[in-house]
């Protein structure tokens, strides 16, 4: 899982194993989603080193922080998690702040991954039975995660958050009309929630261009709501 340590959007993840070809393909699929030099922190696997310089080549700064844990205690606590007694942080490629040569962001993502699917729940019987079931579950967690959940220390979700939601709004509050897909579920309640305290905001923000002479004006009026459109909705019914 990859993730954006300003915005905590998740712009690529994939399931598999800590093998040299899953960090490989995970590492291009990662670099093909981005347009700027970035700084990059993973753990030491060594199958990183390589997949980064492959998908990366030069253009990225690469750092990895490699913590060391205390002894596994033996017993009724032995399922706790062990005490970061150490970390060492190592610059491999570019020139990365080695201040934020960090994992915990990552680390704290893998918790809310686990608190939010029962799949990946310790010494459970609810793990996935089918590699493609636990891809299918990860998906949807991710849709969910990135676009619907309101992310506590932004206030929004991951993909309003100001680094990437400024291209959002201005197609949003450029256009006269708008619908919203919808289904009968909690999350779709949670989005529409979400939106109605995000839209005002956005249109506060924009309000000033509204009448001024751009070559790409805003509309003199903020963008209607239409109505929900389901989803199972078809143009032969």
């Known amino acids: ?5 300003d915005t905590k959007l998740v712009p690529a993840y994939r399931v598999g194993k800590r093998t040299w070809t899953d960090a490989g393909i995970f590492m ?22 390589d997949a980064v310089e492959r998908a990366f080549g ?7 922080a490699v913590k ?18 150490d970390m060492e942080r190592t610059v491999i490629a570019g020139s990365p702040d080695e201040g934020h040569i960090s994992t915990s962001i990552i680390e704290r993502q893998n918790l809310t991954m686990r608190m939010s699917m029962r799949r990946f729940t310790r010494l459970t019987n609810g793990f996935s039975k089918k590699v493609e079931n636990m891809k299918a579950a ?11 959940r309101q992310h506590k220390s932004l206030r929004m979700t991951p993909a309003m958050s100001p680094s990437v939601g400024a291209l959002n709004q201005c197609f949003l ?9 919808t289904s009968p579920d909690y999350y779709c309640d949670q989005a529409i ?44 019914t």
Request: one cysteine or more.
């Open 193 to 236: 929630s979400s939106l109605s305290r995000v839209l005002p905001r956005w249109n506060t923000g924009v309000s000033h261009f509204r009448n001024q002479n751009l070559l790409y004006p805003f509309p003199a009026a903020p963008p209607r709501f239409c109505v929900p459109f389901p989803r199972a909705w078809s143009t032969s």
């Open 138 to 148: 990860v998906s949807l967690h991710f849709a969910h995660y990135n676009f619907v």
């Open 28 to 49: 291009k699929d990662l670099s093909s989603r981005l347009a700027n030099r970035v700084q990059l922190s993973t753990d030491g696997l060594a199958a990183y080193a």
């Open 173 to 181: 509050m450029g256009s006269d009309f708008f619908i919203v897909p």
């Open 68 to 85: 060391f844990y205390e002894a596994e205690p033996v017993g009724p606590g032995r399922y706790s998690p062990p005490k970061v007694v």
């Open 58 to 64: 030069a253009d990225v700064d690469y750092g990895q």
């Open 1 to 5: 899982v990859a993730i954006d340590a």
